[in-house]
């Protein structure tokens, strides 16, 4: 049972597949697409293509738990991604893209270089989250 997390982004979305048993986060990639129905399609088509059985997605939430228009964007994405057949599970992701930063950097990864890889690391940090949940 493959599991992919989402990062979305207007400009770029991280995606993270687990390996099949559902265990570790393996593959990573970026996805550029501003339009949210073409980027629907081409999740729905990756996860096809990779056999994921669940898709997670990253719920931008403020550090006060409240939620503003990201977070409304990113249920217009999960409500699209059910309309392609898919089973959408929200994702809290405060400070995953702060703890991405950091991971680079401290990797040695300078910030203009990194920053497709940035939204990438984003996304298996989603999914490290989420298959720890699940133990």
């Known amino acids: 049972m493959r599991i992919m997390a989402i990062d979305y982004g207007d400009a770029r979305t991280g995606v993270a597949v687990s390996d099949a048993l559902g265990l570790l986060a393996g593959e990573t990639f970026v996805i550029k697409q501003w339009d949210a129905a073409l ?6 088509d ?4 990779r056999d994921v059985s669940t898709l997670v997605l ?26 392609r057949g898919f089973s959408v599970v929200l ?23 990194h920053r497709d890889t940035v939204d990438a ?14 133990k």
């Not at 809290?92 to 703890?99: F, Q």
């Open 121 to 134: 690391v984003a996304a298996a940090l989603i999914l490290e989250g989420y298959l720890g949940s699940l």
């Open 58 to 83: 990253g719920l931008p939430r403020n550090m006060d738990g409240t939620e503003g228009p990201r977070a409304e964007k990113s249920r217009a994405l999960k409500a699209l991604l059910e309309q």
């Open 91 to 113: 994702w809290d992701e405060r400070r995953t893209t702060v703890d991405a930063h950091r991971i680079l950097r401290e990797n040695g990864k300078r910030e203009k270089k």
């Open 46 to 49: 990756q996860a096809r293509r």
């Open 39 to 44: 980027l629907a399609d081409e999740l729905a």
